[in-house]
């Protein structure tokens, strides 16, 4: 009798994980709409393609079916929000992936910024890392920001480095700026506590994965950041009247499964202002 309630228990375990793999390779297509109450005849959007914590030694879709998921979405701006490995010799795996998202032909260009695994890298391999995005088109912004023109209006990237390894530096990130909309992208989203007197319209993080595992909350969150401790760890948020979204990511860490989450490829629509005033105004 206990050998054969021993069996039981071992396929109901075979079971549960073979399922929780499974769920890593359904991935969602989550579209968000930031302000809907906006006119878009004088607000015209910005799309922007988010992807975040690839994790390319754990990561359930190759970069063809990536390709095709998003191949008809009309795209303006990609944003890649750190984590992209944890391994010096998985490098050469994100060249594909950077490759296909060259092929969506962004409007204006693609961004990047880093998160805590990247930093586990030696500084030449790091190094490395950088020049490989930097060489496949992709911006790597490092508590910097970049203006660009878009429908004749100044759009602010602004990139913050990764809080979670304390490389943030909001007064650098957010230098020179001139009036505009400002979106932020960064990795771990704890940083927007310390966002009050910094202005953004938007900010894009990841960092969470959603939990990843949750039973049925995600406790083992709970050493990274206020944040988690507030059962904030994916979608879409307000602090001091300014939105921020938190991806689930593409990719996993550790062991190689999901419970309670899914991974994520997410399009953005931003409203464009034609001055900080407006979009202080607006939200």
């Avoid at 304390?166 to 007064?171: A, E, G, N």
């Avoid at 948020?237 to 997410?266: A, C, F, W």
Wanted: proline share 5%.
């Amino acid at each position: 009798m206990k050998f054969l309630f021993m069996i039981l228990v071992l396929s109901i375990l075979f079971k549960l994980i073979k399922k929780s793999y499974q769920n890593t390779k359904e991935i969602q297509i989550n579209e968000i709409t930031v302000n809907k109450h906006l006119s878009p005849e004088q607000n015209p959007s910005l799309s922007i393609l988010q992807l975040s914590d690839l994790h390319l030694e754990n990561i359930s879709i190759s970069p063809e079916e990536l390709y095709q998921k998003i191949i008809n979405q009309p795209i303006d701006i990609i944003a890649l929000t750190g984590d992209f490995l944890d391994r010096s010799w998985t490098i050469p795996k994100l060249i594909p992936y950077l490759e296909v998202l060259n092929k969506i032909n962004a409007r204006y260009g693609m961004y990047a910024v880093l998160g805590n695994h990247d930093y586990v890298l030696k500084k030449k391999n790091l190094d490395k890392l950088i020049q490989t995005l930097e060489d496949h088109n992709c911006k790597v912004l490092r508590n910097q920001n970049e203006t660009i023109l878009v429908h004749g209006r100044p759009v602010n990237i602004i990139g913050v480095d990764d809080f979670s390894t304390k490389r943030s530096d909001l007064t650098a990130s957010y230098a020179n700026l001139c009036d505009g909309t400002n979106l932020v992208l960064t990795h771990d989203p704890n940083v927007v506590l310390n966002m009050k007197d910094y202005h953004f319209d938007y900010l894009l993080s990841g960092h969470l994965h959603g939990g990843q595992i949750c039973y049925p909350k995600a406790y083992h969150l709970v050493k990274m950041g206020k944040l988690p401790r507030m059962n904030i760890i994916k979608g879409m948020h307000m602090i001091d009247g300014k939105p921020y979204y938190i991806s689930e990511g593409l990719g996993q860490t550790g062991i190689n499964i999901r419970v309670g989450s899914r991974p994520e490829i997410t399009i953005h629509k931003l409203p464009l202002f034609s001055n900080t005033k407006q979009s202080q105004q607006a939200i």
